[in-house]
Nanobody, 123 residues
Framework: QVQLVESGGGLVQAGGSLRLSCAAS????????MGWFRQAPGKEREFVAAISRSDGATYYADSVKGRFTISRDNAKNTVYLQMNSLKPEDTAVYYC????????????????WGQGTQVTVSS
């Protein structure tokens, strides 16, 4: 069982940066692949980025590639999402998710979810 708590969301102007954090409680954090997803009003939840449990391999949606960076600190049981060059279309609630084992491609593959943190990018 893993509990996830996101933080770091807020209001930022276009072109600005934010860093989201997701703190995990429970055992064996390093055994979980971690992902970030987002959901804008009226839209489905979509994949943003993911990081493997062991070798740190990372995966990104095309829409954020080159602007966002996912990382993890297993000693702190925390995963991060550094978001640079933010655009108004990045506005959404951002969710952290965990799955035992390998990275999954879609939200249905993840077993544990945080409550979400709002990111709003003004133009």
């Amino acid at each position: 069982q893993v509990q996830l708590v996101e933080s770091g969301g807020g209001l930022v102007q276009a072109g600005g940066s934010l860093r989201l954090s997701c703190a995990a409680s429970g055992r064996s954090f390093s055994a979980y692949a971690m992902g970030w997803f987002r959901q804008a009003p009226g839209k489905e939840r979509e994949f943003v980025a993911a990081i493997s449990r062991s070798d740190g391999a990372t995966y990104y949606a095309d829409s954020v590639k080159g602007r966002f960076t996912i990382s993890r600190d297993n000693a702190k049981n925390t995963v991060y999402l550094q978001m640079n060059s933010l655009k108004p279309e990045d506005t959404a609630v951002y969710y952290c998710a965990a799955v035992w084992g390998m990275v999954r491609s879609g939200p249905a593959g993840y077993d544990y979810w945080g409550q979400g943190t709002q990111v709003t990018v003004s133009s």
